[in-house]
């Protein structure tokens, strides 16, 4: 029988965490397929790595598998979400309701992960009162009271980069330690806080490096 993943530490390399969800991902299609059993290989052929590498990123969470029968599917995936805290719901906020955050409230696929965005603010008066989809618009000044009613644990920041800092410092003073940041800055938090930045342009200009010589 595989064993139970071990505890959570510092010693799991922050580029390995930031690889489970692909492992996530890759597993729950395995299991839609009713696929069984995988190997290590067969896994690497999908996400584009090799065995090696999977293997290493797995053991540090425990042994799943048995050497040359491959790795238990539907408990892997099982192990692997609650590793990453996937197995419960996680309220989220949204700072700033333009264009963009707009977008973000409308996606669809945020609550089937689990993830619901529960509360919005801005600063705008023109905005403060709006309804977009199911929330209201709050006035920034209700963050705090907000984030302790709705237990909310992580930050979405959609604003522009001349206000971000302002921002994230706000949610950080309001005890949220996760924060998803899309303006095209890089925010400094303290230590125990994580932001992921997310910005499209910079993604862009990578892959243009392959193609300027085209």
């Not at 491959?70 to 333009?98: A, H, I, M």
């Amino acid at each position: 029988m595989p064993s139970k993943p071990t505890d959570i530490t510092d010693d799991v390399p922050e580029v390995v965490v930031l690889r489970l969800p692909q492992y996530v991902r890759a597993l729950g299609e395995l299991f839609r397929q009713k696929v069984v059993v995988v190997s290590s290989q067969q896994l690497g052929i999908q996400l584009q790595m090799t065995p090696a590498q999977i293997r290493k990123d797995l053991s540090y969470f425990g042994r799943f598998g048995k050497q040359g029968r491959g790795y238990p599917v539907g408990y892997l995936l099982g192990e692997l979400r609650q590793v990453l805290g996937l197995e419960r719901k996680w309220n989220s906020c949204l700072v700033g309701v333009g264009r963009l955050g707009r977008a973000i409230i409308n996606y669809p696929g945020f609550t089937p992960e689990g993830f619901n965005v529960v509360a919005a603010f801005d600063t705008a008066p023109s905005e403060i009162g709006e309804t977009i989809g199911s929330l209201v618009v709050q006035p920034i000044v209700e963050l705090e009271r907000t984030i302790k009613e709705q237990d909310i644990r992580i930050g979405i920041v959609a604003v522009p980069a001349t206000k971000a800092q302002e921002v994230i410092d706000q949610l950080v003073r309001c005890g949220v330690k996760a924060i998803l940041n899309y303006a095209p800055t890089g925010p400094q938090v303290p230590e125990g806080v994580r932001v992921r930045n997310v910005d499209p342009i910079l993604a862009l200009q990578s892959m243009t490096y392959y193609l300027k010589s085209d």
